[in-house]
């Protein structure tokens, strides 16, 4: 066995408006009771909003580089509700919820076998490399907008 692969990286994919990631839980991503620790599921959502975006056709790494900015979390509103544990599997869906001038939000659930485990509610702004509110380019607000009418308007459980 050579250690390389023809695959690339774990990928979500949309169904119905809804963006599926999958994640399994590490030992890294436990604490010392082998619970998820608290911060590792906003770096689990977080990986699932880049893929959305990178799945919806929006090239986030290109557009930093071409000096456009990048999204920054402003706001996010958590519950836990389950502890996922070592070896889970686990799928964060995402849902575009409402888009403004320069920012989005997004709802995101965690769930494991069909079990709500956490859920977010999360604003992000696109801001300039001088950190400061930019418009969204007006492709990427017709790919928004297009998810949030597939996806329908409901909060996330409890928000």
């Given at each position: 066995?050579?250690?390389?692969?023809?695959?690339?990286?774990?990928?979500?994919?949309?169904?119905?408006?809804?963006?599926?990631?999958?994640?399994?839980?590490?030992?890294?991503?436990?604490?010392?009771?082998?619970?998820?620790?608290?911060?590792?599921?906003?770096?689990?959502?977080?990986?699932?909003?880049?893929?959305m975006?990178?799945v919806a056709?929006?090239?986030?790494?290109?557009?930093?580089?071409?000096?456009g900015?990048?999204?920054?979390?402003?706001?996010?509103?958590?519950?836990?509700?389950?502890p996922?544990?070592?070896d889970?599997?686990?799928?964060v869906?995402?849902?575009?919820?409402?888009?403004?001038?320069?920012?989005?939000?997004?709802?995101?659930?965690?769930v494991?076998?069909?079990?709500?485990?956490?859920?977010?509610?999360?604003?992000?702004?696109?801001?300039?490399?001088?950190?400061?509110?930019?418009?969204?380019?007006p492709?990427?607000?017709?790919?928004?907008e297009?998810?949030?009418?597939?996806?329908?308007n409901?909060?996330?459980?409890?928000?």
């Amino acid at each position: 066995m050579t250690g390389e692969t023809t695959s690339g990286p774990t990928s979500g994919a949309f169904v119905d408006g809804v963006h599926r990631f999958p994640v399994r839980v590490y030992f890294e991503d436990t604490d010392l009771s082998g619970v998820v620790y608290h911060a590792n599921y906003l770096r689990f959502m977080e990986r699932a909003r880049s893929d959305m975006l990178r799945v919806a056709g929006i090239d986030q790494r290109g557009f930093f580089e071409a000096g456009g900015g990048a999204y920054a979390v402003t706001d996010i509103h958590i519950r836990y509700v389950r502890p996922a544990r070592l070896d889970d599997v686990l799928h964060v869906e995402s849902r575009v919820k409402s888009i403004g001038a320069a920012s989005c939000r997004i709802a995101q659930v965690i769930v494991r076998s069909g079990e709500l485990v956490t859920d977010a509610l999360v604003t992000a702004a696109l801001v300039g490399r001088d950190g400061r509110p930019k418009r969204q380019p007006p492709e990427w607000r017709r790919i928004f907008e297009a998810l949030a009418v597939t996806a329908g308007n409901g909060e996330p459980n409890g928000n």
